[in-house]
């Protein structure tokens, strides 16, 4: 036998794993943890311990085995239905995915340069926003200048001024000479989506008329569902591809009446749904649109090999911040991979300081380069349905289908996307899910680096010119996850301007740094959130009260553990009430102490799962900073 058939087997000295095994490790380390951190910490089921809940209200598990491997998950390659694993046989490896670049620039010569840069530096496809808001219909001939249409694909968003766009487009496509069967384009079309951004009454005609002047245009889809839309509204990922199916299905049925076949309609709609930082969530959230769509389709009497969905994936505007936008070029990137292992057709990384203003050249490079290092350096493209197989992966594909088609049919019998939306409906499921997100991210159960975590409240601003927008009567808000906590940076910023000076807040360490560091860290990242400068100092009692006197504020926070609370809490809360405290706080939970604790004068608590935009807006009050 020769050295490369000789079997090795590696892990023959090491017991088998197996689930109940982890089950009674991880009980152990969690009773040891309840132990040092009380009775509330302990449990009798670790799964439920360490597990959560999405928005959809699907538990996530905190392992995933083979046993949770969904039925008939690998019935199909990727290109066959339920086109869970891809629209295409060979997904992104035969040339790799779109890479669509925004832009929504007035100036056409500007903007000329802008798409010429990009078209040089790995971009393949060109997303113009014209009309309000973007450029001059008139002038997208400027704009479109030395673009070659039959090579990259112009992607319209024009709202009211759609069909115009797609004129000015199709006459300049015909003045070059571009052979009707070579246009590659998007038309854009999107009467619903407009109805819920700007509150224009939409003309569902429109899908039609349009689809007339794409006969013969073999490489053109007349009509986008476009989902990010109801995403930016705070909608869950399950909301997004319910009400993203659901107009899908509205412009299936006006191209119908129109006068296409169904699997020709098909053809001409195209999806546009949000990626997020949250890779998993995301990475499913294609893969069960995809899934819902085919249903719909086969429902539709729709040949099996023509029910794929056209995906066009964007990187998600509501969570992007304005406070550290350089993070945002994390959260870009972990979406965009999001969107390649999903299986998208098209990517748009939006720049990372989108949520500031109209962005510039540097921060277009990183976003077309973020796509390149996937693409080509990390070799993603070579890969088809890299999340194929994961046991997570695989169970909430099938569990986000589930919920979405769930949500898809009680829209249904609203009256389609179209009366849901005019009904309230659709805005009143949104707002649901709106206040749950936003309870998570005032409570920081959700996390925003920069902002609501780790905050550097020194940062030089980061300005950028501001963008056109359309009037807006719309039915739905547009929201950005960090916007409760920037307002409140923004209110210390304005009274640095009034002042001179940043509001400040005093952090009394108890006892020696050991003792004081823990909970005094927590208390300047929780305070830093809404730009409130902390004044730290360690030491007794009396040296505390002479540093408070010489740090000007009128709020002043105790930290330290709770033994020395249970010692020195009330004395030095007299203290420093003596010393003119208007308000002191105490990092960590009140337990036995919550009755002594007020009668000394302290005002509240400092703690993990504290409402932290209530708090703050509390404390920037205290201190006399204007609303």
Known sequence: MTASETELPLAADFEPATKQAWRSLVS???????????????????????????????????????????????????????FRRGSTVDGAAAAGWDVRQRHADADPKRLNTS?????????????LVLGGGGLAVEDLAVALDGVYL?????????????EAAVAALLALADARGVPRSELRASFGADPIGELARTGAEPDLGVVGRLADLARDRAQVTV??????????????????????????????????????????????IEFRLAVTADQFSSIAKLRAARIVWARVAELSGVPEPE???????????????????????????????????GGTDAITVLPFDSAIGVSDDFARRIARNTQSVLHDESSLARVIDPAGGSFYVEALTDELAERAWQIFTGIERAGGALGALRSGHIPSLLADTREQRRKAVATRKDPITGVSEFAFIDEPPVSRPAPQRPSSNGLLPVIHYAQDFERLRDRSDAHVERTGARPAVFLAGLGTPALSSARAGFAANLFQAAGIRCVSATGEVAELVEQFTASRTSVACLCSTDAVYAEQAALAARALRVAGARTVYLAGRSGERAESDRAAGIDAYLFAGIDAIEFLTATLDDLGVNP
């Open 28 to 82: 152990a380390v969690l009773a040891r943890s309840a132990t040092r951190s009380g009775p509330d910490a302990a449990t009798s089921d670790p799964e439920e311990a360490l597990g959560s809940t999405t928005y959809d209200g699907i538990p996530i598990r905190p392992l995933y085995t083979r046993q949770d491997l969904p039925d008939g998950w690998d019935a199909a390659v990727p290109g066959q239905a339920p």
């Open 115 to 127: 798409l010429l840069t990009d078209l040089e530096n790995g971009v393949t496809s060109l997303w």
């Open 150 to 162: 039959d090579l990259a694909p112009v992607a319209i968003q024009a709202g009211a001024a759609t």
């Open 223 to 268: 009509a986008v569902a476009d989902g990010t839309v109801y995403h930016d509204a705070g909608g869950s990922d399950a909301d997004e591809i319910a009400i993203a199916t659901a107009v899908g299905v509205a412009y299936l049925r006006a191209l119908v009446d129109s006068g296409w076949s169904t699997e020709q309609a098909l053809g001409l």
């Open 307 to 341: 029910r794929g969905q056209r995906q066009h994936a964007v990187t998600s505007a509501a969570m992007l911040t304005r406070r550290d936008p350089w993070v945002n070029m994390l959260r870009t990137t972990i979406a965009c991979f999001a969107a390649a292992v």
